[in-house]
């Protein structure tokens, strides 16, 4: 638990996600954990959690369930952070993985590092 709240306000904190966007979670092999949907990355409490096997009916997980599971599946356990930085939402609606920003890593605070590389990386560019 208190590694998910320490991700979501550093997330927060730093702009790269707000409201109630964004979404966190961890598999370790068996159990997956992530977010529920609708839930403040800033303001995570133990029942903002959905637990259950990585193929179980989650309901009230993230809608970015499947994209969790489908990077999981592919990479393995490990930890997933997905934010939104200023110029990754596209106008009108964009589906699970279309939109934002997905880092995997072996650990959440690894994750959200990862994020905070890259969304640097991308203004760095974008300013030259």
Known sequence: MAEFRAAGR????????????GNLSV??????????SGVSLAEIEPADLVVGALGADLPGASVDLEE??????????GAIVHAHPPGTVPEGAA???????????DELEAAVEEVVRSTRRDVGRTRR
């Open 27 to 36: 598999f370790d092999g068996r159990t997956l954990v992530i977010t529920r």
């Open 95 to 105: 589906g699970p993985g279309a939109h934002g920003v997905y880092a995997y890593a």
């Open 10 to 21: 550093t997330l927060f904190s730093l702009a790269l996600v707000k409201g109630s966007e």
């Open 68 to 77: 969790h599971r489908r990077l999981y599946g592919r990479r393995g356990p």
